[in-house]
């Protein structure tokens, strides 16, 4: 089973929350490619190295963001696994604090040298709804898996609440999740059994994870629970840390190692792992950092480097009866210089002001059709994230905002 590991290796980094809030125009894509080396080690299974390969395609439309990715694994003893994934995430109409997420997946586990660990493919939906709200929140979800192949028939569900919460650099949450699987070989390969005859194994999971971001480092720390129910005996425990450098505005290096849980719903098995990976995206981050993503809560699908990367909207449109006003988010160091001009304002510089690591300002629009562009410390003039970009003529970029 130590397919399923490798593959958790790329997909098992922390997620970032996204705060979909109304836009004014279509607004981005990205591609981000990921290659790593890994280590892996399970309890019957003596220690493997790898390489991982990632690639995942991301856009965002309105309200509405979408991906796919794909992953894939090979390793020294002869195993290969892959994934490919669809992913939707969008706000629901008239409830600013609220969104919808849903994704789907296929994981093929195999092995060259050992035909008979092959677990052949675990199919993966899972859904998710969330409220929050600037640096809070809570969301419940459910999901189903099910493994077909090579003589092996097994299929698996959970329910999950959680809430987050963050002040200045730090971000907190704990979640707690109950599962089902009827998958025997994942769970007595993780130390499970049943105590008397029954239809499927059943446990509890606990996890807490904090994560510290900067504007040049992120740093991350995990750990998990789990006990079984009724007729399911065992318990275990999972610790897993790591950091990520952002390198320079397209690059970023990470490093992580610890233990994971047995993933009932994807397939993955208990072991203990570690990873050094670099990672490229093609459209620069504008604070020079994409943000690490914590592993127990990394979404619906387990990916190293999807479209989180492209991070929140900078710019969104407040309507109310009587108003329209642009409001502005960006992530910056606190001692970092941020200013936004555009055509609303005769191209006169203001200094957006500090919250923690965002930068923020809420300026009134008349309605038409106008341009914008922000700048940190008197850099080149670009255009928020949440605008359609057009060139400025100067070098630059402005973004385009039409009020009604």
């Given amino acids: 089973m130590q397919f399923g590991v490798l593959i958790a290796l790329s997909i098992s980094t922390p997620l970032a929350w996204l705060h979909a809030q109304p836009i004014a125009q279509p607004i981005a894509h990205d591609l981000v490619l990921e290659l790593g080396a890994m280590q892996v080690r399970q309890p019957t299974i003596a220690t493997q190295s790898g390489a991982l390969f990632s690639v995942v395609a991301s856009g965002v439309w309105s309200r509405f963001s979408a991906d796919a990715h794909g992953v894939f694994v090979n390793t020294s003893g002869g195993a290969l696994a892959s994934q490919l994934g669809l992913s939707a995430n969008a706000a629901i109409p008239r409830i600013d604090a609220a969104r919808f997420e849903i994704g789907t997946a296929l994981t093929s586990f195999g092995a060259f040298s050992n035909p008979r660990s092959n677990r052949g493919t675990q199919a993966t939906l899972l859904a998710r709804q969330h409220l929050q709200r600037e640096r809070s929140g809570v969301f419940v979800g459910t999901g189903v898996g099910r493994a077909a192949g090579f003589d092996r028939q097994a299929r698996a569900s959970l329910v999950e609440t959680g809430a987050w919460a963050s002040h200045r650099t730090l971000t907190a949450s704990l979640s707690a999740q109950r599962a089902m699987t009827t998958d ?221």
């Fill in 184 to 404: 025997w070989l994942l769970m007595e390969a993780a130390g499970y059994v049943l105590s008397r005859p029954a239809r499927a194994y059943h446990v509890q999971d606990a996890a807490l994870s904090i994560r510290a971001q900067t504007s040049l480092a992120d740093v991350f720390v995990a750990h998990s629970w789990r006990v079984g129910l009724g007729a399911t005996t065992g318990s275990s425990r999972a610790l897993s840390a790591g950091a990520t450098w952002h390198a320079a505005t397209r690059w970023s290096l990470s490093f992580s190692a610890g233990a994971q849980l047995a993933d009932i719903v994807r397939g993955l098995p208990e072991s203990r792992l570690s990873s050094l990976s670099v990672r490229w995206r093609r459209s620069p981050s504008p604070d020079g950092a994409a943000s690490t993503r914590d592993p127990l809560r990394s979404g619906i699908l387990y990916t190293s480097a999807r479209n989180a990367d492209l991070g929140s909207p900078e710019a969104t449109l407040e309507v109310t009866n009587d108003s329209t006003a642009l409001r502005l988010r960006i992530v910056a160091a606190p001692n970092d210089t941020v200013e936004v001009a555009g055509s609303f304002d005769d191209w006169v510089p203001y200094r957006l002001a500090v919250d923690g690591t965002h930068h923020s300002a809420r300026i009134h629009i008349s309605p038409g059709a106008h341009r914008v562009a922000i700048r940190v410390n008197g850099g080149a003039w670009r255009a928020p994230r949440g605008l359609v970009r057009i060139a400025d003529g100067l070098g630059g970029e402005n973004g385009v905002l039409i009020v009604p």
